[in-house]
């Protein structure tokens, strides 16, 4: 069980705006352990709209790239605008709980987001990955995503319990998780 006095000091680490947060992390799917260094409370929808400029001076190479590029724009601009874009599959799954923390809605498993500054790879995976066979215009994205060096996919989420995170280390206090 997560006490909810390590919740109150995360909310409190981002009270004066961003903050770095270092842990090690074991992951569901690979098993992989890695130390990750995140930026802890950023704004999302602010590298989404660095990340629509960069798209829009790209230039595609082809049909397919300007089909998938014209998606990606669309995708973009719901999201500046809605707040979430209509192709987001997790639209509902999880209700935020401060500033880069939210909670999911069915397991009430709580998680922490952020800019994925620096990780280091302490544990090889356990578990084999599974292969993901894409379509052609879902490559094309991907394809222009890395050219683009979008910001937005520097983002990533962690479950906060015990078995992924034992502690988390953030403006040089430590905030330890039970």
């Known amino acids: 069980m997560i006490k909810i006095n390590a919740i109150d000091k995360l909310r409190d680490a981002t009270n004066n705006g961003c903050r770095f947060m270092s842990f090690l992390y074991t992951t569901k799917g690979t ?43 669309q995708s973009l601009t719901e999201t500046l605008t809605l707040g979430v874009s209509s192709s987001y599959t997790n639209a509902d799954v999880f209700e935020p709980i401060g500033k880069g923390m939210k909670q999911h809605k069915e397991t009430n498993e709580l998680y922490v987001w952020g800019f994925v500054e620096n990780k280091q790879q302490v544990a090889p995976p356990t578990n084999p990955k599974k292969e993901v066979k894409s379509r052609p215009l879902t490559l094309a994205k991907r394809s222009i995503e890395k050219a683009c060096n ?8 962690f479950i906060l319990n015990p078995t992924n995170i034992a502690g988390i280390a953030t403006c040089g206090d430590h905030i330890e998780i039970q």
């Open 31 to 73: 098993g992989e352990t890695s130390k990750y260094q995140i930026n802890f409370g950023i704004d999302y929808h602010a590298a989404c709209a660095e990340d629509k400029v960069a798209l829009e001076s790209y230039t595609p190479q082809d049909e397919l790239e300007q089909t998938a590029k014209e998606e990606m724009l």
């Open 150 to 157: 979008f910001k937005r996919l520097k983002f990533g989420q």
